[in-house]
T-cell receptor, first 113, second 114 residues
Framework: DVKVTQSSRYLVKRTGEKVFLECVQD?????MFWYRQDPGLGLRLIYF???????EKGDIPEGYSVSREKKERFSLILESASTNQTSMYLC????????????FGSGTRLTVV | AQSVTQPDIHITVSEGASLELRCNYS??????LFWYVQSPGQGLQLLLK??????LVQGIKGFEAEFKRSQSSFNLRKPSVHWSDAAEYFC????????????FGAGTRLAVHP
């Protein structure tokens, strides 16, 4: 089975800190995605990547950046964390080959205090 | 605006009762369609997906969904709900030409009474 691993299940950070959320997938998928999940809003796409060093903004990129230096790893960066970035963050990956679904990680619950 | 709508925020059913969760989308061409489930504290699990062909799709855990082009809907159904089905359910679409971006509805939280 495809596995998408998010390095931290829970994180607590202070306002203004630089925060790194890491995501690793083990199936050589080209596409990787970062979402945030908030009650009543569902999942909203922050950034996605088609391949190494490729990235595209999603629907809510403000305050975030990403890095994809290796195919298996996709990092989400909060340059200066703010309290309104307290949320659940979910990473996903998908192969470009064929009509397959997306595989999600278990999520990182980030609290910014 | 392009969107995915799940009109019901919360639904409560009795164990053994039938279930239908609604999903409508507002994209011009037929998108790829998905239903995911999220149990408390867990990640998202794919229940079923529709790409083309037969409009009635069977998924895991006894769920099915029907694509209705005329209504731009993809409703999820289960004939008899179990207590373990209590979770949050998300409808999602990849718009045709949407470069693989998966767009989610706001979710429906299902509670099951014994």
């Amino acid at each position: 089975d495809v596995k998408v691993t998010q390095s931290s299940r829970y994180l607590v950070k202070r306002t203004g800190e630089k925060v790194f959320l890491e995501c690793v997938q083990d199936m050589d998928h080209e596409n990787m995605f970062w979402y945030r999940q908030d009650p009543g809003l569902g999942l909203r796409l922050i950034y996605f990547s088609y391949d190494v060093k490729m990235k595209e903004k999603g629907d809510i990129p403000e305050g975030y950046s990403v890095s994809r230096e290796k195919k298996e790893r996709f990092s989400l960066i909060l340059e200066s964390a703010s309290t309104n970035q307290t949320s659940m963050y979910l990473c996903a990956s998908r192969s470009r080959r064929g009509l397959v679904g997306y595989t999600f990680g278990s999520g990182t619950r980030l609290t910014v205090v | 605006a392009q969107s995915v709508t799940q009109p019901d925020i919360h639904i409560t059913v009795s164990e053994g009762a039938s279930l239908e969760l609604r999903c409508n989308y507002s994209y011009g061409a037929t998108p790829y369609l998905f239903w995911y489930v999220q149990s408390p504290g867990q990640g998202l699990q794919l229940l079923l997906k529709y790409f083309s062909g037969d409009t009635l799709v069977q998924g895991i855990k006894g769920f099915e969904a029907e694509f209705k082009r005329s209504q731009s809907s993809f409703n999820l159904r289960k004939p008899s709900v179990h207590w373990s089905d209590a979770a949050e359910y998300f409808c999602a679409v990849v718009p045709s030409g949407g470069y693989n971006k998966l767009i989610f509805g706001a979710g429906t939280r299902l509670a099951v009474h014994p």
